[in-house]
């Protein structure tokens, strides 16, 4: 779309970086190439004129002289940071020509297309998947993030949707578990506040140590990393004892109530407090202020599925509103993600016509034993010898660094990074070309945290030579012979006919009207015709057979599923490696007030455990385990147990004397039954730095 604008003026455009919030928002524009303030639009419920402070300054970002601005060739050793300037035909040409000799010695599927969602916008984001398919190039499992919740979620209740997020303002009590959204989830806290001031509702925070969200609630349980499943059982053991179970919720609504209370019959307040490291009395406190609350909305976050046996612990807690029949009640029930609730036809930006399930799919959180040939992941398949790499920065967030790194070290792999910044991944590629960001292209988006399908057009031009994922697509296709409709028009074309494919109004008329919000109706948002499992029944003892392969072993009902990295004598601590305000994922790290607020890497240690290992304030501290160490600097805090311990924000390498970041020690074993990375399930030692 041409920019039709007089300057300086407010343009429209949605926040695209992976965050549930998916900001509206009001973005001030100086010059065609330039912006001011960025605010969160008034007119959107949800956003309700709220964006978080890195967003708000995004002009730092857009306008940073670090972005790049011209396709790079690679001069140096891999990992140099040696490149020369060259222009975009030779670069495409280059990675087409890897690409096609590659697949001609090994077969198509050595080529692995490599994406994220350093920006959530489909037709930037998900275009990587057309190229895919139409090549037969590898497929890619999506566990980084969402695999071991989605997993949790759908055991139970079959489908992704639920009450409306908003409704949360609606609530008696709210239950933030395993989630800290004054850090990951801004307008949440802000629709907290408005059932706290409005209807007196209490707050609950479940999390292992005081984050900013823990602070202000009234009740923190400061449980162990990786136990809620114990926690929930012991909550429902309460329930059905005292009386809070609703007996008749249940025989309409649940699979089999009967067996579950059996079950729980000694998963008792003691039993779980052995396990969680809480005291009965606090659980006994949490129970009974859930049981006493019908309005009663707990946010299932992210953080307490980022363990081994985090598809059981997800589940567990989702059957909570269940027993107490908490769903049927305005503002009571669960959150997740209403990513279900769009129902968009992805042929044209996927691809999906054009899918051989024939391909083979790599793991995508297990990058680093794929690129060091793992049998495990690459069997007698081809070694993946070629990537191309989009909206993600694997040398810094995906488990197991140390041999993200050695992977990607090797000489016989062609790794072309498209990137808006000189990330630790595009230090080691051989071509780097420079990305847009979502102010300098089209894209539609849609929502995790709330009901809105939201187009955001361009607002401004892009920087220097910079260009789409869709655009680099479109380019690549042309050399490669990838033949395809999606590949012969623009963006704007594509969010056009995506939208008329999937039945909503055309691309500009979504322009005018900015937003759909696509609510489903109480009804529905809230299962009372029954839950979208097929009989309509919510599952107490899911079919993890169902869900994914990795099954073996798993509890048939609510349990704690003892298969976490429980701390021993050599490794003492159970580390966390939790969010921070200023950086998203690895995004913002290179901005300075972002970077200034953070400060450097610091380990939350408690006070006790601190005089053990003789560190105070400020001391710098080793933690390792066998797959390596990093240095950090130590922080006293008594926002946790003995035995646990903190390390918020996923610093770049360069941050750290080892140069490389703490997911050097994260394990890249995936969490049943689906995958995904376990980033909070690490056992540790600490001791000072010499
Ligand atoms: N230790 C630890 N590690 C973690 C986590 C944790 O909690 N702890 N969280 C995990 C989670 S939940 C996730 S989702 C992953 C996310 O990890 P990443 O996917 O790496 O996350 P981002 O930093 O959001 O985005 C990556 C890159 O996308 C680029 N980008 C943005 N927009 C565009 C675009 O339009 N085009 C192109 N070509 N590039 C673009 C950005 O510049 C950025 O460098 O990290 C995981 N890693
Ligand atoms: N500022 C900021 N915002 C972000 C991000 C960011 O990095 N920074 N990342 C974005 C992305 S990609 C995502 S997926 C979301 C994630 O958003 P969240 O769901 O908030 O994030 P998590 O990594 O999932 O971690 C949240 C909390 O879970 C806690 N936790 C860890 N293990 C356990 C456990 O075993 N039990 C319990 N009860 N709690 C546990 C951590 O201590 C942490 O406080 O946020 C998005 N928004
Ligand atoms: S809260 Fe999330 S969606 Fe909203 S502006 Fe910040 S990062 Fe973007
Ligand atoms: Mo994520």
């Known amino acids: 779309m041409p920019l039709d604008a007089a300057f300086p003026d407010t343009a429209y455009s949605v926040c695209p970086h992976d965050c549930p919030s998916a900001c509206a928002l009001d973005v001030e524009r100086l010059a065609p190439d330039r912006i001011g303030a960025v605010r969160g639009a008034e007119g959107n419920r949800y956003t309700a004129g709220v964006v978080c402070a890195k967003v708000a300054r995004y002009a730092e970002r857009v306008h940073h002289p670090d972005r790049l601005t011209k396709p790079l060739l690679r001069t140096g050793p891999k990992g140099s940071g040696d490149f020369a300037e060259i222009g975009w035909d030779e670069a495409l040409d280059r990675v087409a020509d890897a690409f096609l000799a590659k697949a001609a010695r090994h077969g198509s599927e050595t080529v692995w297309p490599y994406y994220y969602a350093g920006t959530m916008g489909l037709v930037q984001r998900d275009g990587i998947n057309r190229l895919r398919h139409v090549m037969r190039y590898s497929r890619q499992l999506k566990t980084i993030c969402s695999a071991l919740t989605d997993a949790g979620w759908l055991a139970g209740v079959g489908a992704k949707y639920g009450p409306d997020s908003c409704e949360i303002a609606l609530s008696d009590l709210i239950v933030v578990w395993g989630s800290n959204p004054v850090h990951t989830q801004v ?37 162990r990393p990786g136990t809620d499943g114990a926690l929930a059982c012991a909550a429902m053991h309460v329930l059905f004892r005292d009386g809070w179970a609703d007996r008749d919720y249940m ?34 406190e949490f129970a009974a202020l859930y049981g006493a609350n019908k309005r009663a909305m707990i946010r299932a976050g992210y953080g307490f599925s980022r363990s081994r046996n985090g598809a059981v612990n997800y589940h567990a807690v989702t059957c909570l509103p269940t027993v107490t029949g908490a769903w049927a009640h305005e503002g009571g029930g669960a959150l ?9 036809d992805m042929r044209l930006i996927e691809g999906t016509d054009a899918v051989d399930r ?9 990058i680093g034993p794929v690129l060091t040939g793992d049998p495990r992941d690459i069997g007698d398949g081809p070694p993946v010898t070629a990537m191309l790499i989009q909206n993600t920065n694997p040398m810094s967030v995906a488990p197991d660094l140390g041999r993200v790194r050695r992977g990607l070290s090797r000489d016989d792999l062609f790794v072309c990074v498209h990137e808006q910044f000189m990330t630790e991944t595009a230090r080691m590629a051989d071509i780097v070309l420079p990305a847009t960001t979502f102010l300098e292209h089209d894209d539609l988006y849609i929502s995790l945290g709330h009901t ?3 187009i955001g057009p361009r607002v401004i031009e892009p920087l220097g030579e910079a260009r789409s994922n869709h655009e680099v697509l479109r380019g690549l296709a042309r050399r490669l012979g990838a ?101 998203l994922n690895s995004s913002f790290t290179e901005t300075p007030t972002g970077r200034a607020h953070e400060d450097r890497p610091r380990a939350k240690i408690h006070p006790e455990d601190c005089r053990r290992l003789g560190v105070a304030e400020g001391d710098r501290v080793r933690m390792g385990n066998d797959r390596g160490a990093v240095t950090l600097f130590a922080e006293p805090f008594d926002g946790l147990q003995e035995g646990v311990t903190i390390v918020e924000g996923i610093w770049p390498g360069s941050a750290f004397e080892e140069e490389i970041g703490i997911n050097l020690l994260v394990s890249a074993e995936p969490g049943p039954p689906l995958g995904g990375a376990v980033f909070h399930d690490t056992a540790v030692w600490i001791a000072p730095a010499g």
């Not at 649940?254 to 659980?283: C, F, K, N, Q, Y």
């Not at 997740?336 to 968009?344: A, E, R, T």
């Not at 024939?358 to 995508?364: A, H, I, Q």
């Open 187 to 223: 307008n949440l806290m802000h629709h907290i506040a408005t059932a706290r001031k409005k209807r007196g509702a209490k707050l609950v925070a479940i999390d292992p140590y005081r984050t900013g969200t823990a602070k202000i609630a009234d009740l923190h349980l400061a449980l």
């Open 251 to 284: 025989a309409r609504y649940a699979d089999d109530p009967a067996r579950l209370e059996a079950h729980l019959v000694d998963r008792t307040p003691e039993w779980a407090a052995s396990i969680t490291g809480l005291d009965v009395e606090e659980i006994e």
């Open 336 to 344: 997740y993600s209403n990513s279900g609730l769009f129902g968009l």
């Open 358 to 366: 024939s391909t083979r799919v790599l793991d995508m959180s297990r």
């Open 452 to 454: 809105h399908l939201q």
């Open 483 to 583: 033949d395809h409709e999606g590949f012969g028009i623009d963006a704007w074309q594509v969010i056009d006919r995506t939208l008329l494919a999937s039945g909503y109004c055309g691309a500009d008329e979504m322009r005018r009207k900015r937003w759909i919000d696509c609510a489903p109706p109480f009804e529905k948002g809230h299962f009372i015709e029954g839950f979208p499992t097929g009989d309509g029944r919510f599952r107490f003892a899911p079919d993890w057979s169902a869900i994914g392969p990795c099954h073996e072993g798993m509890p048939p009902l609510p349990d704690h599923h003892a298969i976490i990295d429980e701390a021993d004598e050599r490794h003492p601590f159970r580390l966390v490696t939790a969010p921070s305000r200023s950086f």
